[in-house]
Each structure stands twice: as structure tokens, then as C-alpha cells.
T-cell receptor
Framework: NAGVTQTPKFRVLKTGQSMTLLCAQD?????MYWYRQDPGMGLRLIHY???????AKGEVPDGYNVSRLKKQNFLLGLESAAPSQTSVYFC????????????FGPGTRLTVT | RKEVEQDPGPFNVPEGATVAFNCTYS??????FFWYRQDCRKEPKLLMS???SGNEDGRFTAQLNRASQYISLLIRDSKLSDSATYLC????????????FGSGTRLSIRP
């Protein structure tokens, strides 16, 4: 039982490049989330999904897109990376009635130069 | 003003000491409260819930003060393994978007 996994673990991008971060969970959770964590800012919700085929915007969605084609996967895309998107990205999942009990992946450290 | 505020620390205390830190929240409609723990360069993990009546789990005690809008975490007999960042989490509903994470308080336990 792997829990929540994220790929890649590290990535360096140049400004303007694109990339996709993959999150996978094997706990059969309905809800999945993408956060970014910056020093002094805490975890900020980018996008989330309450089920396969559904997505919704969080607190800081600009510059990101997501897709949830399969229940176990949640993809985060950066179409044109900017230095302001340098951050640690965490994916999480939870049961619908237990949104406070989120299980996080190990994170992706992204640097945009 | 941030919705959830924490003293970033670091709190540097000797092993065996008792340490406590608070988290304040601005939304009086906040419903539920939790503490997460995040080890250095790792993912956050749920530590414990916070109830109005207080909640104790071994050496950890969490309390809520709704009148003053803060929650606290007290750690007794601290261990080296308690060194981590403690994130305060506040929810204002069951919606996935109604969860706010604090920026965390860093705790360092020295031998």
C-alpha cells in the first residue's frame, strides 16, 4: 500500500517551459488536492477534485491546470512556468467526509530559473 | 491579516522540557481545528484533533479557546524526535476548499 505518490521528486525548469506533475493514490479516496508550500506562507490550495472527472479552483489557481481522468490520479500542469512558481508542491487525498484528514505525498521540489 | 497565524519560531528547548505554542484564527465561524506535524523536507501528517474540551494524546495536549480564537499545543517531556514543524489547521466547513493551513511553528529539541 503505497499511499500517495508523486512524480517527479525534483525538477528544474526554465521560464516558459511546461511540465506535468503526477499524483497517484491507492486508498480509493474520492477527494484529491494540489498545494504549494512556500516559506512563511503555509500550504496554499491550488486546485482540488471531489471525484473522477471533476476539478475546482482553490486559493491560488492562476498559472496551473489540472485533470482527474481516473479516480486514483490527479495531474497538475504548468503551461508556461514562471520563477514565481518555484515552490514545493504537495498532492493530498482524503475521504469526502474527512477532508481534514488528508494524506500527503512526499512532495515535488520545483525550481524555475 | 492572515486567517490563521502561528509564531514561526524556532522554539529551541532542551530534551525533557515542556513546550507550548499557540495558533490564532480570524474567522469566528471556524468549526474544526487540528494540528499537523511536518518533519524537515517531508510531507505533513495529521497529529491530532482539537476539541473544545481539550484533547490529550500521550505527551501531547491540544486545547481550543473559542472566545479568544486560538488553539494551543502543549508537549510534555519533549523528545529529540519531537523536532519538527507543527502546522495549525482550521476548517470552516466540510468543503475541500474550507481548510486553512497555518505556516507552522518550528520546534527544535536539543540533547
Amino acid at each position: 500500500n503505497a499511499g500517495v505518490t508523486q512524480t517527479p521528486k525534483f525538477r528544474v525548469l526554465k521560464t516558459g517551459q511546461s511540465m506535468t506533475l503526477l499524483c497517484a493514490q491507492d486508498m480509493n479516496h474520492e477527494y484529491m488536492y494540489w498545494y504549494r508550500q512556500d516559506p512563511g506562507m503555509g500550504l496554499r490550495l491550488i486546485h482540488y477534485s471531489v471525484g473522477e472527472g471533476t476539478t475546482a479552483k482553490g486559493e491560488v489557481p492562476d498559472g496551473y491546470n489540472v485533470s482527474r481522468l481516473k479516480k486514483q490520479n490527479f495531474l497538475l500542469g504548468l503551461e508556461s512556468a514562471a520563477p514565481s512558481q518555484t515552490s514545493v508542491y504537495f498532492c493530498a487525498s482524503s475521504y469526502p467526509g474527512l477532508t481534514y484528514e488528508q494524506y500527503f505525498g512526499p512532495g515535488t521540489r520545483l525550481t524555475v530559473t | 491579516r492572515k486567517e490563521v497565524e502561528q509564531d514561526p519560531g524556532p522554539f529551541n528547548v532542551p530534551e525533557g522540557a515542556t513546550v507550548a505554542f499557540n495558533c490564532t484564527y480570524s474567522n469566528s465561524a471556524s468549526q474544526s481545528f487540528f494540528w499537523y506535524r511536518q518533519d524537515c523536507r517531508k510531507e505533513p501528517k495529521l497529529l491530532m484533533s482539537v476539541y473544545s474540551s481539550g484533547n490529550e494524546d500521550g505527551r501531547f495536549t491540544a486545547q481550543l479557546n473559542r472566545a479568544s480564537q486560538y488553539i494551543s499545543l502543549l508537549i510534555r517531556d519533549s523528545k529529540l524526535s519531537d523536532s519538527a514543524t507543527y502546522l495549525c489547521v482550521v476548517t470552516s466547513g466540510s468543503s475541500a476548499s474550507k481548510i486553512i493551513f497555518g505556516s507552522g511553528t518550528r520546534l527544535s529539541i536539543r540533547p
